[in-house]
């Protein structure tokens, strides 16, 4: 019983930096009605970003959530202006299309730059040990990020100007502008912020994993679970839904092989989708 409580602890620990990871993709879900998916490789950026940081100028790996974040951020209002804003209010078939080509486009060039080689990022830290179960320091810390980075967020849509009018467009988006808020603007800062968590989020993932170019893919469809658990278009539901799929995986990896996980995060995945269209921690979208 130990154990497994260990085990889930541990699954808690790394479902909080993988609901940080979807917050960006369901920021943007909730803001503007599309479906990047360039989630994955934006993902993948911040790992390798954080990487090229840690291996080139020897800094912490914590200190470079800023500039990977930053950078994160301007790759977002890139994508936004390349291929987002003319798709919005468009059928979700186009924004779809649109943000998969982009997607492609990164992984070819991440594919010729760093080939498909597995990478990892050095880093330990003291542990805690708990009735003979260790856990490990970095998890600890890019948990406790995690949390912290999403408070960062809900302060920032709840408590500045900037963040009041992401939440006013995504509410009703004709009455912001007749308020005079420029939309176009508003949007294209929201996406920015999506891909600049989704940087982040992958950064603090390349601390606890190995990781390659074609790895977003696996990160990009355990946020699609993650959003559905907390909800599409609710970023901080999403934390919740992270932790939740964690203490699954955690729970249920001491009795399966790690290969059955998938297919019951996805089986899980269909049952919410039906019985609970909204997700389990419904608050609306992000108004």
Same mark, same amino acid.
Request: aromatic content about 10%; some cysteine.
């Given at each position: 019983?130990?154990?497994?409580?260990?085990?889930?602890?541990?699954?808690?620990?790394?479902?909080?930096?993988?609901?940080?990871?979807?917050?960006?993709?369901?920021?943007?879900?909730?803001?503007?009605?599309?479906?990047?998916?360039?989630?994955?490789?934006?993902?993948?950026?911040?790992?390798?970003?954080?990487?090229?940081?840690?291996?080139?100028?020897?800094?912490?790996?914590?200190?470079?959530?800023?500039?990977?974040?930053?950078?994160?951020?301007?790759?977002?209002?890139?994508?936004?202006?390349?291929?987002?804003?003319?798709?919005?209010?468009?059928?979700?078939?186009?924004?779809?299309?649109?943000?998969?080509?982009?997607?492609?486009?990164?992984?070819?060039?991440?594919?010729?730059?760093?080939?498909?080689?597995?990478?990892?990022?050095?880093?330990?830290?003291?542990?805690?040990?708990?009735?003979?179960?260790?856990?490990?320091?970095?998890?600890?810390?890019?948990?406790?990020?995690?949390?912290?980075?999403?408070?960062?967020?809900?302060?920032?849509?709840?408590?500045?100007?900037?963040?009041?009018?992401?939440?006013?467009?995504?509410?009703?988006?004709?009455?912001?502008?007749?308020?005079?808020?420029?939309? #176009?603007? !508003?949007?294209? &800062?929201?996406? $920015? *912020? @999506?891909?600049?968590?989704? %940087?982040? +989020? /992958?950064?603090?993932?390349?601390?606890?994993?190995?990781?390659?170019?074609?790895?977003?893919?696996?990160?990009?469809?355990? #946020?699609? !679970?993650?959003? &559905?658990?907390? $909800? *599409? @278009?609710?970023?901080?539901? %999403?934390? +919740? /839904?992270?932790?939740?799929?964690?203490?699954?995986?955690?729970?249920?990896?001491?009795?399966?092989?790690?290969?059955?996980?998938?297919?019951?995060?996805?089986?899980?995945?269909?049952?919410?989708?039906?019985?609970?269209?909204? +997700?389990?921690?419904?608050?609306?979208?992000?108004?």
């Amino acid at each position: 019983m130990r154990g497994i409580i260990a085990s889930m602890f541990d699954g808690v620990l790394v479902g909080a930096v993988y609901g940080l990871a979807a917050i960006g993709l369901s920021l943007i879900w909730g803001v503007m009605d599309v479906i990047n998916l360039t989630h994955g490789a934006l993902i993948v950026s911040g790992m390798f970003g954080v990487y090229l940081l840690v291996a080139g100028l020897g800094i912490s790996p914590y200190l470079a959530l800023v500039p990977v974040a930053a950078a994160g951020f301007l790759i977002g209002l890139a994508i936004y202006w390349a291929s987002v804003h003319r798709m919005i209010g468009r059928p979700h078939l186009m924004s779809l299309l649109a943000t998969f080509a982009v997607n492609m486009v990164l992984i070819g060039l991440g594919t010729a730059i760093f080939s498909t080689s597995p990478f990892n990022v050095n880093v330990a830290l003291p542990g805690i040990t708990w009735g003979g179960y260790t856990f490990t320091g970095t998890k600890i810390v890019a948990a406790l990020a995690a949390v912290v980075i999403a408070g960062l967020l809900y302060a920032f849509l709840y408590r500045t100007r900037e963040g009041k009018a992401i939440r006013a467009v995504a509410s009703n988006r004709r009455a912001a502008e007749l308020m005079g808020i420029h939309s #176009s603007r !508003v949007l294209a &800062v929201a996406f $920015g *912020l @999506g891909a600049a968590i989704a %940087a982040a +989020g /992958g950064a603090l993932i390349a601390t606890l994993f190995t990781f390659d170019v074609l790895r977003g893919s696996v990160y990009e469809l355990k #946020s699609f !679970v993650i959003c &559905v658990l907390g $909800g *599409l @278009g609710n970023p901080l539901g %999403a934390l +919740g /839904g992270g932790i939740l799929l964690g203490v699954l995986e955690g729970g249920i990896a001491p009795f399966i092989s790690v290969s059955w996980i998938p297919v019951i995060e996805f089986a899980l995945f269909v049952v919410i989708l039906i019985r609970f269209s909204q +997700g389990l921690f419904v608050r609306g979208r992000a108004k």
